[in-house]
């Protein structure tokens, strides 16, 4: 039954934008980190989606396609580099290291995150609503 | 009336078959808005329905090895859909217009149960000759 495979597919899909949400928050959480050297600096980070291919229907055709969280990669862009020699984290040139992380663009990626995820639970409710009027057929 | 238990319910069965079929095609879509490269894909209900009227052209198997060859309703093929709009990383889901599918494909589903109940009832009057 097709409408069960709906179950799985809006489930991968909750589960990589709540991965990315994640993301987000470890991002904003992180956007105001300083550090003494480049290679300790926080770095954003980004997951990269892709599908699932499932063979659900037979041999040849390939309807049923989830996503999945096939990995997360840090930005590299540059990073903010500020001249602050009375901060403590200051290294010996009197510099500090911030971030990569754009605040204004992970807003953005939060509210397609929670917007996709709200959509897909919307699927999964009409798809429950369906299999419960199936089921009642003939009563 | 020539009803045989197969033609029972006539075009309502495969009808279910295709809207769920479709709900899952539409679902993936929406799962993959925000997957780069993504097409979207969808059936087609014009083609379907043609392919319910024809006599199924199912190859015949005269030998024990040969591959069995599926000709139900469901071997009705998917096409990708043209993209209003193209977007940077080639991902062509529009969210917006995939949920008013999605929506007015459970429309019709929940027609074909309601066309189904109905014949089911009919039936079921029939046999107790009320």
Not at chain 1, 13 to 23: D, G, H, I
Not at chain 1, 35 to 40: D, K
Not at chain 1, 104 to 128: D, F, G, H, P, W
Not at chain 2, 41 to 69: I, N
């Amino acid at each position: 039954m097709s409408l069960y495979n709906i179950f799985d597919i809006a489930g991968s899909a909750m589960s990589s934008q709540t991965t990315r949400l994640n993301l987000v928050a470890s991002n904003l959480a992180n956007a105001d980190t300083v550090s003494s050297s480049t290679n300790q600096t926080y770095r954003s980070r980004q997951p990269i989606f892709a599908t699932v291919l499932q063979d659900t229907m037979g041999k040849s055709q390939i309807a049923s396609k989830g996503v999945k969280v096939l990995g997360v990669v840090e930005s590299q862009a540059p990073l903010r580099e500020e001249y602050a020699p009375q901060h403590p984290m200051a290294n010996e040139d009197g510099y500090i290291f911030k971030p990569n992380v754009n605040v204004v663009e992970e807003m953005a990626n939060m509210m397609s995150a929670s917007r996709t995820y709200q959509n897909n639970v919307e699927i999964l409710n009409t798809a429950k609503q369906l299999l419960q009027q199936t089921l009642k057929i003939g009563q | 009336m020539a009803t045989t238990i197969n033609t029972l319910f006539g075009v309502h069965e495969h009808a279910l078959k295709f809207r769920s079929q479709r709900a899952e095609v539409l679902a993936s879509n929406m799962a993959n808005a925000d997957t780069p490269g993504y097409k979207a894909r969808d059936f087609d209900f014009k083609s379907a329905l043609k392919q319910l009227g024809e006599p199924a052209r199912q190859l015949k198997v005269s030998h024990a090895k040969h591959f069995s060859t599926n000709s139900s309703a469901s071997s009705v093929s998917l096409s990708y859909r043209v993209p209003t709009s193209a977007s940077l990383d080639g991902n062509t889901v529009d969210a917006q217009s995939e949920q008013a599918r999605y929506a007015q494909n459970a429309l019709d589903y929940q027609t074909s149960i309601r066309f189904l109940d109905g014949k089911i009832s009919g039936y079921l009057s029939a046999l107790r000759g009320e």
